[in-house]
T-cell receptor, first 108, second 116 residues
Framework: AQRVTQPEKLLSVFKGAPVELKCNYS??????LFWYVQYSRQRLQLLLR??SRESIKGFTADLNKGETSFHLKKPFAQEEDSAMYYCALSDDTDKLIFGTGTRLQVFP | ETGVTQSPTHLIKTRGQQVTLRCSSQ?????VSWYQQALGQGPQFIFQ???????GRGNFPPRFSGLQFPNYSSELNVNALELDDSALYLC???????????????FGPGTRLTVL
């Protein structure tokens, strides 16, 4: 079955500390992986997708097919990074399968 | 460019009633997907509409139905409401679905449905 697992409900760090939000998936084919973010009182929005290989707002994510992971990383967290982060997988029908989300809190 | 809009913002219904939620897609988009987000959970795919036809459905019962109109706006209808239907309902629009890559889905602000 297709599934996305985000093991941490809450991740708290201090400003300037490195951040890693974990995401593991199960999918038999070649998935497309995404990270979506929801800032306070804003709508869900795409942060990055693995095929773009971009760094957005200092965040990167590498697809590791051997470990079926797509962890989101940032070397130096900022207070404005505080938000809810969702990892998502797209199958070949274009539907998105989301994890349960990780709330990132960055303290000053 | 106009973003995805949803109406109403909030809705309170009682068990057994029917509800219709509405979504206007972002200009230039012809695909609308609906998701249900229960408290503390990630969004769960309900179904997708492409050019007025259902183009995929998640694990939801038939009392969840939808429509897409020629202007690509969409409705989600839920009959015989149950308490567990209380959730945030999200609509997302995107371009043509394809087997090669997934178009970015742009989400609306959601409709908060409470079933008493």
């Amino acid at each position: 079955a297709q599934r996305v697992t985000q093991p941490e409900k809450l991740l708290s760090v201090f400003k300037g500390a490195p951040v890693e939000l974990k995401c593991n998936y199960s999918y038999s084919g070649s998935p497309e992986l995404f990270w979506y973010v929801q800032y306070s009182r804003q709508r869900l929005q795409l942060l990055l997708r693995h095929i773009s290989r971009e760094s957005i707002k200092g965040f990167t994510a590498d697809l590791n097919k051997g470990e079926t992971s797509f962890h989101l990383k940032k070397p130096f967290a900022q207070e404005e990074d505080s938000a809810m982060y969702y990892c998502a997988l797209s199958d070949d029908t274009d539907k998105l399968i989301f994890g349960t989300g990780t709330r990132l809190q960055v303290f000053p | 460019e106009t973003g995805v809009t949803q109406s109403p913002t909030h809705l309170i219904k009682t068990r057994g009633q029917q509800v219709t939620l509405r979504c206007s897609s972002q200009s230039g988009h012809n695909t609308v997907s609906w998701y249900q987000q229960a408290l503390g959970q990630g969004p769960q795919f309900i179904f997708q509409y492409y050019r007025e036809e259902e183009n995929g459905r998640g694990n939801f019962p038939p009392r969840f139905s939808g429509l897409q109109f020629p202007n690509y706006s969409s409705e989600l209808n839920v009959n015989a409401l149950e308490l567990d239907d209380s959730a945030l309902y999200l609509c997302a629009s995107s371009g043509d679905p394809s087997g090669y890559r997934t178009d970015t889905q742009y989400f609306g602000p959601g409709t908060r449905l409470t079933v008493l």
